[in-house]
């Protein structure tokens, strides 16, 4: 295409004021710029436009940063959690793919449609639009890559592997369905809105159209009680809370979470690993349960959710406290007990979800979206190992779908997700 085209196609766009002054990145002052002018900011980024974050914009998560955003983030109420399938051919491909979702994330991070683009009525939008009115609704956008991607010989990818990169050992109580298993790719996507969330995924795998497919997703949703103003930890879908003892803070995310120099291999420094889970939760089996059993099987309250013999939920757990009778006050066998005796830490970042009837046993098919982040899945594998056969909890709970990610760190400014795995090449 001439230059003269490009000027002309760029005019022909629908351009906000806003847009203009990230494209040109010039104050009031350089709107005076020709349209040649224009054209040559235009063709100097030819198709991947820089897009910024939009730091006017509401309810708005940033996407540029040291870490990907959707890990340290607040949880928001939905996520729509997507593992894919590639189809590209080559390194080259791949790269090109993830360059061309960088704008489209950032864009859908602001709260704006994909596509800068005035609308041609003859042919389908570029944006699906179902997000139009809402704002950015704190969506955040997490990409992660799967095993079976650096083992794709077409793609070349296989010095880079990680050696923290490999399949979840078989646990004992697993059922997992191939169907809910697995993944070249994931991204998640999380949002204070399910039609947010849902759009940014439908949108970013559109638009790789005959570059992947989608192998397995999965929404679930977290409600927040709002005590005093401030948002309380939500409860599963067993009413427990859930999220209360997590890593805070950037000494504990340094330690548990974010890969740091020298601990993998380079290019997943400052990234770390995702596992994701589908649990499915027996709610008919935990319905007949008392409540004393089901405070056992957690060794936490119920309501409160403070720890066994204890009155608030962030009171210190003490696994070692004994009654009167020499017995533990948390039960050697719940949960929280076992995941505590396995001294590893994990970022947990769960969501429940409820698909409808399981056909053959008329159940229901709901449960938790368990999603943790650690900068080495051993970390997930230890505390799972500790749980095992034992969990009182596994009477109420059957794993049915799983994947392990390697997250990239955070995108600089000018740069896309994943350029730290492709410079490596
Ligand atoms: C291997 C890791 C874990 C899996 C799988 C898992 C499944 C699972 N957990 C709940 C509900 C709760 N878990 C809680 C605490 C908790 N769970 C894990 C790990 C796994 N859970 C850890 C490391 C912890 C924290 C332990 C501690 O140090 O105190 C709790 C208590 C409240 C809280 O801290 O969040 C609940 C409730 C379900 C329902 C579930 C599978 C469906
Ligand atoms: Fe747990």
Known sequence: MSKTNVDEKFLDKKITRRQMLKLTGVGVAGLAIGASGLGGVLSAFGEELFVDDDTTATNKVNFYGKHQSGIATAVQTNIYFAALNVLVNSKQELQELFKM????????????????????????????????????????????????????????????????????PHFPKDQLDEAYTGGDICIQACADDPQV????????????????????????????????????????????????????????????????????????TSGTYLVVRRIQLHLETWDRTSLKEQEKTFGRHRESGAPLGKRNEFDGMEIERKDENGNYIVPENSHVFLAKQAKARIMRRSYSYSSGIIDSTGAYDAGLVFVSFQKDPEQFIKIQNALGRLDK???????????????????????????ALFNTL
């Not at 559109?206 to 989608?214: L, M, N, P, Y």
């Not at 103003?229 to 330690?255: C, H, I, V």
């Not at 709970?397 to 400014?413: E, N």
Request: with cysteine.
């Open 393 to 419: 909890l596994n009477e109420y709970i059957t794993h049915r779908g799983s994947g392990v990610f390697a997250c990239f760190p955070g995108v600089k400014k000018g740069s896309y997700i994943g350029e």
């Open 197 to 268: 969330a849902f759009h940014a995924v439908r949108n970013l795998v559109r638009a790789a159209s005959g570059k992947v497919t989608i192998k397995w997703s999965q929404a679930g949703f977290n409600s927040f009680p709002v005590e005093k103003g401030k948002k309380q930890t939500p409860r599963n879908l067993f009413a427990f809370k859930d999220g209360t003892e997590n890593p805070s803070g950037e000494k504990d995310m340094n330690e548990v979470v974010w890969v740091q120099p020298g601990e993998s291999t380079s290019w997943m």
């Open 101 to 168: 979702w960088t704008p489209l994330a950032i864009r859908m991070m602001n709260g704006e449609s994909i596509s800068m683009e005035k609308q041609n009525d003859l042919i389908p939008p570029k944006d699906t639009g179902e997000a139009q009115g809402l704002d950015a609704r704190n969506l955040s956008i997490t990409f992660g890559v799967g095993l079976s991607l650096f083992e794709k010989q077409e793609l070349g990818l296989a010095s880079l592997k990680p050696a923290e990169l490999k399949d979840l």
